[in-house]
């Protein structure tokens, strides 16, 4: 959910334009940074008198410097942040679904670290977590204020090895404590089953470089299998964290037409506005990799009804609302996650980072994902699963046996 990546199908939207073209002192010399107000250079310095004559504790420089570029970033929004250079390694999840943890996938908001989702089949996702939970505590130590970096950090550790979390939930009036070993994550991020063989269940859990071809595959799996014409399609991206929007592009294309509007992004440095289009989905997918030949244009057409819930975020939400905004499908669920913005890495000289929110997601139609997420087209509550466990896509899952009625009706 965290990172971007740039690949063949975002070249229109290089949002490290700049920075891939010159180096950064280059860079620095042809556009100068803007200069402090004067007013606003003499308050810091009189703060920083202050600080420096009457804190009760001596304080060095670095660390009072630091701090105050950790603030004015971490204040901008809970995506962006300033990355120090022993930290500049992505702590979020690896393109190829294998890694040592709790299985979370979090966000930062009002000064929160907030579960998105947790991921299914893991140490978090069987301790009965949820999305919207606010991480109080990890270990025992207040975690009010952190950036993600520091929690993921503390999160992980040698599977096998126990992580204590303090949990405040929206509709639960006591703190509730999580006691969980970590474990080394697998999860692939395209499964399907035949539960009912005219209406086939096709799960994304997360969008990785290789997604889109996994779900070409899948599809010609499912429709070799089914040994007959397919009816329609469910879709879940329930609890799906997000991850390249290359792959969500890419995903959406094969159910859209070639040319329509996947998603558009807005934002004000020189290439970060765009609109992203489905691409052709023939023998060659648009991500390079085998495509669906001769299915194509049955995706194309094939009634769908697409799975949403509070722990689906970024691409999952770009892919729900682009084939909700074409008709191509119905969405079916509780309200999204709301997480419709992109980050860039911006490098500095001194070898740290900032990670900027450079730009905005829009579906199709114009709608803002930011903060308001896709709202169903029917709104079916899922029961706890503490209280009714169940496999998704099966008989006991709620939304599911909905979504094969709308199929059915339709």
């Known amino acids: ?16 334009a700049g920075l891939m073209a010159c180096g950064a002192a280059a860079c620095a010399e042809e556009t100068a940074p803007p200069a402090m107000p004067e007013a606003l250079h003499r308050k810091f310095d009189e703060v ?7 804190y009760v504790d ?28 022993e930290k500049m390694q992505d702590p979020g999840l690896p393109a190829h679904g294998e890694f040592g943890g709790l299985g979370i996938e979090l966000a930062r908001e009002d000064g929160w670290v907030t579960v ?36 993921i950090r503390r999160m992980r ?23 969980l070993e970590r474990a080394v994550i697998r999860n692939p991020s395209v499964k ?4 009912d063989r005219d209406y086939p269940y096709l799960r994304i859990t997360q969008f990785r470089l290789e997604t889109a071809a996994e779900t070409a595959k899948a599809l010609r799996a499912i429709s070799e299998e089914n040994r007959g014409g397919l009816k ?15 792959s969500a592009v890419a995903v959406a294309s094969l159910f859209l037409k070639q040319g329509q509007t996947v998603v558009s992004a807005v934002g004000r440095g020189q290439g970060a506005s765009t609109r992203l289009l489905a691409q052709p989905q023939g023998d060659e997918g648009s991500d390079g990799q085998e495509g669906l030949g001769d299915l194509a244009p049955v995706m194309q057409s094939l009634p769908m009804v697409v799975l949403v819930n509070g722990g689906s975020a ?26 419709g913005t992109i980050q860039t890495l911006f490098p500095l000289s001194t070898g740290d980072a900032v990670r900027l929110t450079v730009a905005r997601y829009f579906t199709p139609s114009g709608r803002a994902i930011q903060a308001k997420g896709i709202v169903p087209d029917e709104l079916v509550e899922a029961p706890a699963r503490e209280a009714t466990p169940y496999s998704p896509g099966t008989a006991e899952d709620a939304q599911y046996r909905q979504a094969i009625r709308r199929l059915r009706g339709r």
């Open 116 to 151: 998105v989702t947790p991921i299914e089949d893991t140490p978090a996702y069987r301790a009965g977590l949820r999305a919207g939970d606010r991480i109080t505590h990890i270990d025992g130590v207040p975690a009010k204020g952190w950036g993600l970096n520091e929690a």
């Open 192 to 195: 399907w089953k035949l539960t």
């Open 314 to 339: 970024s691409a999952a939400e770009i892919v729900a609302g682009a084939l909700q905004d074409h008709g191509r499908a119905q969405v079916l669920g509780t309200p999204s996650f709301g997480k």
């Open 58 to 85: 001596e304080v060095d420089d670095d660390k009072l410097f630091e701090d105050a570029i950790h603030g004015m970033v971490s204040g901008l929004d809970a995506h962006s942040a300033y990355i120090e250079l």
């Open 48 to 54: 920083y008198a202050r600080i420096r004559q009457e």
């Open 232 to 246: 329609g399609l469910v879709l879940d991206l329930r609890n799906n964290p997000g991850g390249s929007l290359a």
């Open 1 to 16: 959910m965290f990172a971007e990546p740039a690949l063949s199908t975002l070249r229109p939207m290089l949002l490290v």
């Open 157 to 179: 550790g040698e599977p096998g090895s126990h992580v204590r979390l303090t949990v405040n939930r929206a509709d639960v009036a006591t703190p509730l404590l999580f006691d």
